[in-house]
T-cell receptor, first 110, second 115 residues
Framework: GQSLEQPSEVTAVEGAIVQINCTYQ??????LSWYQQHDGGAPTFLSYNALDGLEETGRFSSFLSRSDSYGYLLLQELQMKDSASYFC???????????FGSGTRLQVQP | DARVTQTPRHKVTEMGQEVTMRCQPI?????VFWYRQTMMQGLELLAY????????DSGMPKDRFSAEMPDATLATLKIQPSEPRDSAVYFC?????????????FGPGTRLTVL
């Protein structure tokens, strides 16, 4: 099976940088994804890492270390609108279904 | 612009009643997923279809839940009979099996309350 661990809550101030960590256990690893979900909204795709290293998309970056079964989402120049829950997810071996972590609630304060 | 649609957006029903939730995946997408989200359990996969064929429904309580794709533009999730513990937000998502990033596009969800 698959399991993922991520912090339940993170608080940061506007303009700062925050890192949300995710460790995973899976029988067959294909890639680590990140999704954002605002309160009352639906999860939306942010990033995907299949290989080790850093992927950058604007203010958001995602990192993966397959040897450590670890990844993180880095959010820079935080804005109030970044307040949301962030989920890491891994793809199940042999199929396209994702297993999601329990989510990290990010609160950005002025 | 292409998006996943779900109906109804909200549903309040009484225990024992049948509930049917509908999803229209993005046109051309060939994978469809049903998830349930609660505060306690997070996002749980209920069912997964590829090219309309059910590939995995191991996350679904079989005695009361059923999921179908009568055609490529419609996926349904049915609960019969419903119970208060089924209260949750149910999301449908779609994607492309050939997408190497496995990106899933989520609908707005159906918020179900069973009294």
């Amino acid at each position: 099976g698959q399991s993922l661990e991520q912090p339940s809550e993170v608080t940061a101030v506007e303009g700062a940088i925050v890192q949300i960590n995710c460790t995973y256990q899976t029988s067959g690893f294909y890639g680590l994804s990140w999704y954002q979900q605002h309160d009352g909204g639906a999860p939306t795709f942010l990033s995907y890492n299949a290989l080790d290293g850093l992927e950058e998309t604007g203010r958001f970056s995602s990192f993966l270390s397959r040897s450590d079964s670890y990844g993180y989402l880095l959010l820079q120049e935080l804005q109030m609108k970044d307040s949301a829950s962030y989920f890491c997810a891994v793809r199940d071996a042999g199929r396209r279904a994702l297993t999601f972590g329990s989510g990290t609630r990010l609160q950005v304060q002025p | 612009d292409a998006r996943v649609t779900q109906t109804p957006r909200h549903k309040v029903t009484e225990m024992g009643q049948e509930v049917t939730m509908r999803c229209q995946p993005i046109l051309g997408h060939n994978t469809v997923f049903w998830y349930r989200q609660t505060m306690m359990q997070g996002l749980e996969l209920l069912a997964y279809f590829r090219n309309r064929a059910p590939l995995d429904d191991s996350g679904m309580p079989k005695d009361r839940f059923s999921a179908e794709m009568p055609d490529a533009t419609l996926a349904t999730l049915k609960i019969q009979p419903s119970e208060p513990r089924d209260s949750a937000v149910y999301f449908c998502a779609s994607g492309l099996v050939q997408d190497p990033t496995d990106t899933q596009y989520f609908g707005p969800g159906t918020r179900l309350t069973v009294l």
